[in-house]
């Protein structure tokens, strides 16, 4: 949430922060999953209702919305989170692990739960930082995106093209990984982190 906001907005995301941190300090007491998973809920209700307050007016995004997406920046992110449970489910394959059994996501028929579990901490390092990246430099426009009644805001071929480059690029970028100390692309550190489970 930090690295969204400058200097001329930061305060606008400062008290989401200062709560996230506060629930952040309440995880080491939960004895349950589903306090755990309470607290990443309210953590995420945090987080989307800052950012709508960090992002460029034009971009009228108030929250995450999905099935249907209400504006761009909810199909944007929907999409990318697709893409990232795909590379989720991937790495965790590899690892010799089953997508599916959970530790926080519930099991669910045909959800892999344990790649929810494992994209969490990179999705706003990669599909979030891509979304608004591609938005605010025009890799990807707001004539690129379709809006039905029905249907509600889905992504055109074009943006669809050139948002899973943006994302390609952003899993090739270097960033050093936490618990190994190395320097690793996103997508080996999902990689790292599917063999850490």
């Known amino acids: 949430l930090q690295r969204f906001t400058r200097r001329d907005n930061h305060e606008a995301a400062a008290g989401a922060v200062r709560q996230i941190d506060q629930l952040l300090a309440m995880l ?74 959970g530790l926080l996501h519930a099991e669910q028929d045909r959800r892999p739960s344990l790649a929810l579990d494992l994209m969490e901490e990179f999705r706003p390092l990669i599909v979030d930082a891509v979304v608004f990246r591609c938005l605010a430099t025009g890799i990807v426009r707001f004539e690129d995106f379709d809006t039905a009644s029905d249907a509600g805001c889905t992504m055109n071929a074009k943006a669809r093209h050139a948002f899973l480059g943006a994302c390609e690029r952003r899993m090739l970028t270097l960033f050093t990984h936490e618990h190994s100390g190395r320097r690793t692309s996103c997508r080996a550190g999902l990689g790292l982190q599917a063999r850490a489970l």
């Open 28 to 101: 080491p007491d939960c004895t349950t999953r589903d306090e755990a998973m309470g607290i990443e809920r309210a953590a995420a209700r945090e987080y989307f209702g800052a950012l709508g307050r960090v992002v460029p007016e034009d971009l009228r995004f108030t929250g995450r919305s999905r099935q249907p997406p209400e504006d761009i920046i909810n199909a944007a992110l929907s999409y990318g989170y697709a893409i990232i449970l795909s590379e989720a489910v991937s790495a965790l394959c590899a690892a010799g692990l089953d997508p599916a059994i």
